[in-house]
């Protein structure tokens, strides 16, 4: 009897213990006991090649012995990755964490989905890279933390270009284009695999002329396609475009570049460090003839812009952990491990003073003289609405690549970016 | 099922009405007889609003509501009465995937019934041993799962790895070799009615030579004692029996033509440029894909009433017939 009665309380006391936490928006609902957050776990979602198994381990095993707490990583695709988490953003038990685009951030900041990360800043974001921190702010609030940035660069097959008899790797766009041409007269393998919608590389084509995808007109924003600077790097991707058998109406995910590449009969193409992984995974023998180097640009002292990918951690504001996840990002975000981020996948780390950990890294090598110029598209929440399916910016592409002028691809797909610009939130 | 061997006489007919006691000479025992077939229908109808009725009724109550990420997560109902709908009937857009819709499901379902009906009529005959090994393959093809089958028939058309243009290769036709069949939106429909009228045929040509076997062979002889040919005998007598199994399967045809999300979104998401969206893939696109929830559900109920009124017309002989048959 006295034992059920026990329980009866015990009972009791949970539910009001996390009606207390459902109330709470606050950062204190579950404030850590005697023994730390026993029992509890944090669900994180992290998006597919994202953070290797390794680091995953540690993270978990340092999480653990802090806290002891545990944590799951649930790993997510890209495609479709903003409807899931909308869904789950507005449901009981969202995701505690979540890496989010650093480009979709400011939409999700928006909804009110993301907590206010405020204390972790003046905690341990004093240093975090100004320019990577600067998709994380909305309306002046912390909503989200720098995680990692990376941009693409060239993944050729040594092999092929030694074939062709090429001995240096190119510094200029001319030079990159001359050695494809010799690989497509002299070897019976493709120049290189350049989809028609690899809009990531375009946009980066874009950033390096200087040219804006959108403009303000009045107190909205307008496609700014129909920019004489667009079409100029529209027609530098065209003219690479060319070399290429692959579809033009296709990204690089359809079939997976990196697939194709590992048939060994490609010369290059343009992609993420870790695009290399999914190649040795598809075909062992390939490792030893990858090699990388940075996308040359117009002249030999510039490289070509690149998009500046990257991720954010952020917290739900409808998780009822939000102490616990702030924990978790203290340890993931720590210099131990984001230094073993950075390592590990050869990404730019949230911290100039991590970036040692780069050091004899080929990917970072080639990867890093194109960062400083890198950009990103417009960090506007109305911005998320475009990258939708069907993405109007790879429609304009596509268009461009089946002989409509830049002018008038720009024209046909105006109406369909400005709608999604306009759209009401 | 009963055979009729004549046309219905076109005066009433003779037939004795059940329910043709008085009211007062019904017995307690009776009543709860009657009941039972409310009592087996329950089930069903309970399925039916649950499983449908409640996501109808939900679907309705979005489609008057300004419902996008924001308001999603945070839980906040906004109304704003018919504003999407007159956003929707007002856009071109709408009228044009309409349009695009209706002649999609004519072209299908006239192929469909067309090359159903000439593999039915086959079927019937056919020897044993073939109409058996034609049979299990067109229980195959509709047994398919739709997903796996659209699969398969990406693969088919890849550009690059897909074996229909290695074939057109092959066959001398060189041109067609890096053919991207996804480029343009009359040959993405090309692959998706392939695909459909594929799926469908079996239905059609199974039931229609389930409808031949009803036919007595006597009727035959009969015509032919009168002298009528092959066509003859088949506008005379086989055309009138399979009639009702055509009207069926037509209706049965559009609904499930129309509604073929799943085929036209994996094939190419309804690409290139939008051009292939179809009703029910536009009012994906827009709701889910665009995370503009609430234009969706206006685009959905609209959905609903374009194929109600389509099928309105078979709907009304159904009814008549039923009123008939009384």
Same mark, same amino acid.
């Given at each position: 009897m006295k034992r059920k009665l026990i329980t009866a309380i015990g009972v009791a006391a949970m539910l009001v213990s996390v009606a207390a936490c459902g109330g709470d928006d606050g950062d204190s609902g579950d404030k850590a006991g005697a023994d730390g957050y026993a029992g509890q776990t944090l669900t994180v979602w992290v998006m597919d090649g994202s953070s290797p198994d390794q680091w995953q381990k540690d993270v978990q095993a340092a999480f653990e012995k802090k806290t002891k707490a545990k944590v799951k990583f649930e790993i997510q695709q890209w495609n479709g990755i903003q409807q899931k988490?909308?869904? #789950?953003?507005? &449901?009981?038990n969202p995701p505690d964490v979540f890496e989010i685009g650093n480009t979709q951030t400011p939409a999700y900041a928006k909804t009110g989905g993301l907590a206010d990360l405020a204390d972790l800043k003046s905690s341990i974001g004093a240093d975090w890279t100004e320019s990577l921190n600067k998709s994380s702010i909305y309306d002046g609030k912390q909503y989200a933390a720098p995680w990692y940035f990376a941009n693409r660069v060239v993944i050729y097959n040594k092999k092929v270009w030694a074939d062709a008899g090429i001995k240096d790797t190119p510094k200029t766009r001319d030079e990159f284009y001359a050695d494809l041409k010799q690989i497509g007269e002299k070897t019976k393998a493709e120049p290189i695999y350049l989809p028609g919608q690899n809009w990531y590389h375009f946009v980066g084509l874009t950033i390096g002329e200087g040219a804006e995808l959108v403009k303000k007109d009045g107190d909205k924003y307008v496609s700014n396609l129909d920019d004489p600077?667009?079409? #100029?790097?529209? &027609?530098?991707?065209?003219?690479?475009?060319?070399?290429?058998?692959?579809?033009?109406?296709?990204?690089?995910?359809?079939?997976?570049?990196?697939e194709v590449f590992a048939k060994g009969n490609v010369g290059a193409f343009i992609g993420m460090g870790w695009e290399a992984g999914t190649a040795i995974a598809a075909n062992k023998k390939i490792e030893s003839d990858i090699g990388y180097f940075t996308i040359p640009g117009a002249t030999a002292d510039k490289p070509e812009g690149v998009f500046l990918g990257g991720s954010n951690l952020a917290v739900a504001a409808g998780s009822k952990k939000q102490a616990l996840a702030n924990e978790f990002l203290k340890i993931a975000l720590s210099d131990k491990y984001e230094g073993e981020l950075a390592k590990l996948n050869g990404v730019i780390p949230n911290k100039e003073s991590l970036q040692t950990n780069l050091t004899g890294n080929a990917v970072a090598e080639a990867a890093a003289p194109a960062a400083a110029g890198g950009g990103t598209t417009p960090l506007i929440p109305e911005w998320a609405a475009v990258e939708n399916a069907p993405n109007p910016v790879k429609t304009y592409m596509t268009a461009v690549l089946n002989g409509k002028t830049p002018a008038e691809a720009a024209k046909q797909v105006e109406s369909e970016f400005n709608k999604r610009l306009a759209q009401q939130q | 099922m009963t055979v009729q061997t004549e046309r219905p006489p076109s005066g009433p007919v003779d037939v004795t009405k059940p329910d043709q006691r008085g009211p007062g000479e019904q017995r307690p025992a009776s009543r709860a007889g009657a009941l039972a077939?409310?009592?087996?229908?329950?089930?069903?109808?309970?399925?039916?609003?649950?499983?449908?009725?409640?996501?109808?009724?939900?679907?309705?109550?979005?489609?008057?509501?300004?419902?996008?990420?924001?308001?999603?997560?945070?839980?906040?109902?906004?109304?704003?009465?018919?504003?999407?709908?007159?956003?929707?009937?007002?856009?071109?857009?709408?009228?044009?995937?309409?349009?695009?819709?209706?002649?999609f499901t004519a072209v299908n379902v006239v192929l469909t019934m067309l090359l159903g009906a000439l593999v039915g009529l086959l079927l019937a005959r056919l020897g044993k041993r073939m109409r058996v090994t034609l049979m299990v393959g067109l229980v195959l093809a509709w047994a398919m799962p739709v997903v796996a089958a659209t699969t398969v028939y990406q693969w088919l058309f890849a550009q690059r790895f897909g074996v229909v243009n290695w074939v057109l290769d092959k066959l001398g036709w060189h041109s067609m070799a890096d053919y991207s069949w996804t480029s343009s939106q009359l040959s993405t429909f090309f692959v998706v009615t392939v695909l459909i009228v594929w799926q469908s045929i079996p239905f059609v040509a199974i039931n229609l030579y389930a409808a031949t076997t009803t036919i007595p062979g006597e009727l035959y002889e009969a015509a032919a004692l009168d002298g009528a040919g092959a066509w003859k005998s088949f506008t005379t007598v086989t055309l009138p029996f399979l009639r009702p199994f055509l009207y069926a399967t037509t209706f049965l045809e559009v609904i499930w033509i129309f509604k073929a999300f799943v085929q036209v979104f994996t094939i190419n998401g309804g690409g290139p440029d939008r051009l292939t969206e179809i009703l029910p893939v536009y009012a994906y696109i827009e709701g889910v894909g665009n995370q503009h929830y609430g234009m969706g559900a206006a685009i959905a109920v609209l959905t609903i009433l374009i194929l109600l009124a389509i099928t309105a017309y078979y709907l009304r002989i159904v009814l008549k017939q039923e009123e008939d048959e009384l």
């Open positions: 988490l909308t869904t #789950a953003l507005s &449901e009981e600077k667009v079409a #100029a790097a529209m &027609e530098t991707y065209k003219k690479f475009q060319a070399l290429s058998k692959a579809p033009k109406d296709k990204d690089e995910a359809t079939p997976q570049q990196a | 077939p409310y009592l087996l229908l329950l089930p069903a109808c309970a399925a039916t609003v649950l499983l449908l009725g409640w996501p109808l009724l939900k679907d309705l109550l979005l489609s008057f509501q300004n419902l996008n990420m924001g308001q999603l997560i945070q839980h906040v109902t906004e109304w704003n009465g018919i504003e999407n709908y007159k956003q929707a009937l007002t856009g071109e857009d709408f009228w044009r995937v309409t349009g695009r819709s209706i002649l």
